[in-house]
């Protein structure tokens, strides 16, 4: 039986970095993935830049493929509006990110290793344990194929353990905790595209998202250096509840190609690998920790993804750096007060306004998304620079203003 101080599971970039934090602080960490790095993620890989300021010393020059500076807003594909994400003169200087996530993980796993994690892929966790004051994990090799490599296993004991293990993993099962959480589901293809081709707007430096063509939700198109990211969201899931499964992947198939359509890239379905995956959003305040503070969950795992934007990377790392932190400090039994400190008032109020939109996306769109100021504070928002709570009221009450002057015109 191998002996840690920390096991995390799942070398994700919520899991590398709580594993990179922890190693560096002279913890023994062992950092366990699933899969054979570099591996498939799928993720439209969009951050803020202010992500940067939670990598630390990580070099990000080489896992950026392109800068957005633009957003290129759209109700079913037509009346669009091009905004810039910084309003002329204001100062701010705020631009998104745009990775493809096998490399990025890829390199905060390496960091992670470089600091002294025993970065360990291509092992399947199979049980996690809570065993007195320690906590008993069980793993196997896989082959190249995925497939498990029989009579080779991991076992190994540790104080602590993380989950950054995803909404359905191991580690978020053998906790009992966030039982039955609520999903978004998105589908996204990575297209090839030669810069320069295609709609006058597609640019390296430009974001497109559409919000009329696909009910309680919105598509977009991320650019990357060679490719481009094209995806589609449910995110009231609520709503949609009665379609079945093969309806909503047709749904968001056809979307995904009708975008395509619009922006003039010529394409082959037949010959397109499209990728779906589910997306735990928050629901409120909850445990993230078991009771005697032994497993923490962080990420997808803690069902850190934004309710509006379906947004995730920067709140997973900020959460593994929360939980690396507790555990060094000794507070792990804090870990889910520190979550909702962070996260809580924010996400409500992002719940809240998220609901709203979708209820109502065609006035939200035609009185919020093109008004001027709009791309700036949703670049804000995203950013961590401006919170829901600032702006989410304020939202709806002038949105409700519209709604009753367009009753009171008929």
Not at 207 to 231: E, Q, R, S
Not at 369 to 397: C, H, N, W
Request: proline share 4%.
């Amino acid at each position: 039986m191998l002996r840690y101080d920390v096991i995390v599971c799942g070398a994700g970039p919520a899991g590398a970095m709580a594993a990179y934090r922890l190693a560096k602080s002279g913890l023994k960490v062992a950092l366990l993935e699933k899969h054979l790095l570099p591996r498939h993620k799928t993720c439209g890989g969009g951050m803020p830049v202010t992500m940067e300021r939670c990598l630390a010393d990580v070099d990000t020059s080489a896992l950026i493929e392109s800068e957005v500076t633009f957003m290129r807003h759209s109700w079913k594909f037509e009346d669009s509006i091009l905004a810039a994400i910084n309003l002329p003169g204001s100062g701010e200087r705020l631009k998104l990110w745009m990775v493809q996530r096998h490399q990025f993980d890829f390199a905060l796993a390496q960091h992670a290793a470089a600091a002294g994690a025993e970065l360990k892929d291509g092992l399947a966790v199979r049980s996690v344990e809570p065993n007195g004051n320690h906590v008993v994990v069980r793993a196997q090799w896989t082959k190249t194929n995925g497939e498990v490599a029989k009579g080779k296993a991991f076992n190994a004991i540790a104080d602590y353990v993380i989950g950054a293990d995803g909404a359905n993993g191991v580690t978020v099962k053998a906790t009992n905790l966030r039982q039955n959480p609520p999903m978004a589901i998105a589908m996204e293809v990575e297209y090839p595209h030669v810069w320069g081709t295609g709609h006058p707007h597609l640019s390296s430096n430009t974001l497109h998202l559409d919000y009329g063509a696909i009910g309680d939700g919105y598509a977009w198109v991320f650019p990357k250096k060679n490719h481009l990211n094209v995806g589609a969201g449910l995110f009231r899931m609520d709503r949609t509840v009665r379609r079945s499964e093969s309806t909503i992947g047709l749904t968001l198939k056809q979307v995904i190609c009708n975008y395509l359509t619009q922006l003039h890239v010529p394409f082959d379905s037949s010959q397109m690998r499209f990728h779906a995956h589910p997306l735990p959003l928050w629901r409120g305040k909850e445990p993230r920790h078991t009771t005697d503070g032994r497993i923490l969950l962080v990420g997808d795992a803690a069902g850190l993804v934004g309710p509006l934007f379906g947004d995730g990377l920067l709140h997973g790392v900020k959460s593994g750096l929360i939980a690396a932190e507790c555990i060094k400090s000794g507070t792990s039994q804090e870990y889910t007060n520190c979550i909702h400190n962070e996260f809580a008032a924010n996400f409500d109020a992002a719940l809240k306004l998220s609901r709203f939109f979708y209820q109502w996306p065609y006035l939200c769109y035609k009185f919020g998304v093109k008004q001027e100021r709009a791309t700036p504070i949703a670049a804000r928002l995203l950013a961590g620079e401006l919170s829901f709570q600032e702006m989410g009221d304020r939202f709806m009450q002038r949105m409700k203003q519209q709604m009753t002057g367009l009753l009171s015109a008929t």
